[in-house]
Each structure stands twice: as structure tokens, then as C-alpha cells.
């Protein structure tokens, strides 16, 4: 993905570099970087969205394009500030190359050949790939003087379907997702992460987050993916447009975590948490793999043998909460609330800040069966002490096997 990224990561630095903006904001536990702000009242007030046009020779209305563009802006509009989105769909007649502020490469062509793109609108069409590039989208952002005026997203693809990313509008089955080593590139995913730099986000670096590796910044149960704004992004739409007073609570788990800092293009790197001993080493782990097909890792344990679990918990919404955590085994990948719990940790603080990564002790059961591959499941408000915008992003798991 950092290949991958290349192109969207020379380009925004290409607008820093013209424009000579660098804006950080460094406030308590906050690791976003901002390009600019759209000017109030759109931003200021939720009932005044920034307003995007999806192509239509691109994102037919009802097509399933259109419906994943249409959900990944209803998530983004769940987030906690005052920031809105409008998707509209338009037409677009032949090409226009607007008089902006920064060298446009080329023109880009939609898969039908059409030239997308106008002056002043924001607009979202994919664009054909050309061989020998390495990017899969490109936001080009018009800001001066920190002031966002004008966002265009581009995905990239084969009008043939032959080279270049294999997009996917499905999040079932997850691991036919490239964050799971499978072939297809989340177009909800990336596009979440796009409409991030709409709202006016840089590339964060230093904690997992949806402006990091936006493609392994995902949630994961009972055999979907699912894309989410996360807690930085969130956090940073607060500080940059205020909070909405309507907002709703939200909190979730994910079994990815920040690894570091990519070194060549400044991305957050995600890898997935792991299970560690008593003493805190990695256990070791073997493939799941089928020979038909990829399953990951799994973590090999004893029986009543006491681990650290590692998650990431994140508040997506209005205020900070604490809660109960629960600790559960399952033998399936669908985490529940039928699932056995094996323990808690009651009054989890999650403020909406910084992301926390951590790892919770406890003791696995004496009566697992030897050789038997189990689900070691996190459920986050297990009381239902939070009325949330979204329960189903509360469960998700690492893969053990007993050996002994
Ligand atoms: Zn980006």
C-alpha cells in the first residue's frame, strides 16, 4: 500500500510545497494534521454539508458504486463534529481544465472516456489507470491560505478491467481484502480515507488511524470487514469544526493497532494485535491457511494458561464513557452475546482523544480441547451501558489453537 500510495503522497506534498501550508495541530493526544478548513457556515453546522457530486458516468445512481460512495458518506456523517457531507450525483459533458493553483498532471479520463471534472465543484469519478502507476486514488485539494475551497477525488481503474487495482464494493468475505491478503482493494475503505481529505485531514503518522493505512483501518466480525471514521479522525473533525450538541455516543474494537511510521511517505502502518504470555512475548503462532484459501494466523496457548489480549478500542463519538469490557471464547468467527465469557474488566475508560491500544490479562479455561482452534472474542459495553449509533462495532477477535 505504500507503493500504492505513492502517487497521493507526492501530490499532497506537491500542494504543501506551492502553497508553503503546514498546519499540525499538537493539542493533548491528538496526532492529526490538518490542510485547511472549509469556511463557515458549511462545517459550522450540520445542516450545512460540504457538498460532493459523484459522476454519473462513474457512479450511476443505484449502482452498487454509487450505494458504497453513498454509505461511506453516511458513516463519515455519524462522526461527532459539526461536519457534514451531501453526496449529489452529476452529470459531467466533456472536459473542463480549471485555472487552479498547482500543475495538473494530466487530464484523467473516466472509464468511459469522459474528461470529469470542473471548476470550483468537488467531484469524485474514477479515472483511468495508466500503466506503470502505482496509485489507486488521488485527492487534489485547492487550499489556500488553510482554507479548503475546492476537493476532487480520483480512483483509479482499467476501463478493461485488466491491470491496476481490483476494486471491491463487497466486505464479505473480509479476507478477500487486500488488508487480509487477499486481491481485492477496498473501495469503501479507500474512499472513506479520501472523504477524510475532504474534509480537509493530512496523512496521520503516529497512531492507528483512518488517514494512516486507510485500507487496514478496518473492524472485523463474523466474516465482514467493516470502514469506519475511528477515533483520530473523529477527534480531529471536533477540534477543526466543534462539536455537534446532537452527536451520539459511539464505541468500537478492532483487532489492528499501530506499528510506526512509514519512512518514505509519513503513513501510520497498521499490523493486527497479537497475544502475548504472562510475562509478555509474543506466543507463537502458525498459518491458518486451507489450501484453498488464506485464513491468517493463529496464536497456539495451553489450557488454563494466562495471556495478555491485545485490542484497540477507539470513541467515535460525542463524550467519554467507561464501561465493561468482556472476554469471550467462541468457535466460530461470529462474536455474540451467546458466546462463553471467560472474563471481565469493568469501568474501561475510552476518552475521545488518542486511540488505546492495550493488552488485557487473562486465564484461558482448563476444559478447552486439545488441538481445537478457538475464538478469543472482545465485546466492548457488554453491559449496553451506551446507547451507541452502532452496537455491531463492538466484537471482534484473535485466533487461538490449544496444543496442550
Ligand atoms: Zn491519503
Known sequence: MKRNNRREKNLIVKIFGTLGLLATLATTGVAYEFNGTWKAPLGANPDCPVVIHACTTSFPVGSEWFVALEQAVNKWNKNPSNFRFQLRSKKIVGGIEGRLFRPRPKPFLDVTGNLCRSRHANEIWFGAWVAGETGTAVTYLLSPGRQMVEADVVFYRDPKGEVGPKWTTQMKPYRNLVAYGGPYRSFRHVAMHELGHVLGLRHTGDQYSLMGQGFRHTGVNAGKARCYPGEDASHAAVELYGLDCRAKEN????????????????????????????????????????????????????????????????????????????????????????????????????????????????????????????????????????????????????VIRVKE
Open 251 to 398: 464505541l468500537s474494537v478492532t483487532h489492528w493497532k499501530y506499528s510506526g511510521k512509514a519512512n518514505d511517505d509519513g503513513y501510520a502502518v497498521s499490523v493486527q494485535c497479537k497475544v502475548y504470555d504472562e510475562c509478555g512475548h509474543v506466543l507463537g503462532s502458525e498459518d491458518r491457511d486451507s489450501s484453498q484459501e488464506k485464513l491468517g494466523r493463529r496464536f497456539l496457548v495451553s489450557r488454563g494458561q494466562s495471556v495478555q489480549v491485545e485490542f484497540t478500542r477507539e470513541n467515535t463519538g460525542k463524550s467519554a464513557q467507561e464501561v465493561r469490557i468482556s472476554y469471550l471464547l467462541s468457535e466460530d468467527d461470529d462474536i455474540n452475546a451467546w458466546d462463553r465469557e471467560i472474563a471481565f474488566v469493568d469501568g474501561v475508560c475510552f476518552e475521545r482523544d488518542s486511540v488505546d491500544t492495550q493488552k488485557t490479562m487473562i486465564q484461558l479455561p482448563h476444559d478447552l480441547e486439545v488441538g481445537k482452534e478457538y475464538f478469543l472474542g472482545v465485546w466492548v459495553d457488554s453491559e449496553g451501558a451506551v446507547d451507541e449509533h452502532n452496537e455491531k462495532d463492538n466484537w471482534t477477535y484473535l
